[in-house]
Nanobody, 131 residues
Framework: EVQLVESGGGLVQAGGSVRLSCAAS????????IGWFRQVPGKEREAVAL????????YNTDSVKGRFTISSDNAKNTVYLQMNGLSPNDTAVYYC????????????????????????WGKGTQLTVSA
């Protein structure tokens, strides 16, 4: 059974930093594209950042470039999202997701990625950024 367990959310002030973690199990970690999506009430779940752990290639949505960094610790089967320069607009539930293969990083760089592209999901962690 594939499990993706997020941690690290909470309440932070604008301008602050947070690191989210996603511990993955039940899948071949390095052969999956693993990433972060976020969702606010009334809006679609949107891709934030993806990584293909086998070669380290990443994709970041435009709104987080220069502020958020995705990385992986392949020995721990864990993906991280370091978030700096947070603003209230970053308030959302952040979900970890996975999809087999390297394709979504390439697709993301070309045309973006949607939630429907992912096979597996965690339960999410709430991040609230106060003004």
């Amino acid at each position: 059974e594939v499990q993706l367990v997020e941690s690290g959310g909470g309440l932070v002030q604008a301008g602050g930093s947070v690191r989210l973690s996603c511990a993955a199990s039940g899948l071949n970690f390095e052969d999956n594209t693993i990433g972060w999506f976020r969702q606010v009430p009334g809006k679609e779940r949107e891709a934030v950042a993806l990584i293909y752990p086998k070669d380290g290639r990443t994709y970041n949505t435009d709104s987080v470039k220069g502020r958020f960094t995705i990385s992986s610790d392949n020995a721990k089967n864990t993906v991280y999202l370091q978030m700096n320069g947070l603003s209230p607009n970053d308030t959302a539930v952040y979900y970890c997701a996975a999809d087999w293969g390297p394709f979504l990083v390439t697709r993301g760089l070309a045309m973006g990625v949607s939630a429907g592209d992912m096979d597996y999901w965690g339960k999410g962690t709430q991040l609230t950024v106060s003004a």
